[in-house]
């Protein structure tokens, strides 16, 4: 049960599905299919979809890279937030994106796994909200850290076990494949 009084919708958060960050990405074509139906059933429940995208030098404002792929088009009502931290709260509106509709739980898909997935994560139950992580709905490149390589498959179950078997006080944080999420 959420921390946030006053709240009870669920919002779809669709987190940096765009060219330049799922280029690459581990089963990025299945995934961005996953997405694009939750983003059709959230839409015909009335349920918000909130689309975030990552800018940085590399990947400006406006440029192809930063675009959200083709496969998943924003309706114009939907809101867009513009990021340059991991977490999707960190320095931008979403929190009063939120509070206007009332959110109290975040359904979370998108990409990388291994970076703004998990900080967003963390940072939407450290504000009090419940998050259900789409554990078939969120992907990442292989990657190496301090020498060692860091399989794309690896990071993605690791971050659903975590999202299944972590347990904060008052916050349903929760792992479910994208067929069984109701919206």
Known sequence: MSKLTGRDQTALL????????????HHREEVVGRIAELVDRARATQTPVVWVQHNEPEMPIGSPGWQIVDDLVPADDEPRIDKQYGDSFADTDLEAVFAARKVDHVVLCGAQTDACITATLY???HRGYDVTLVEDGHTTDDTEFQGQALPADLLISHLVRAAKYSELPGITLSSKPAASISL
């Open 14 to 25: 669709v987190v940096d599905v765009q060219n330049d960050v799922v280029g690459n990405a």
């Open 123 to 125: 940072g939407a139950v």
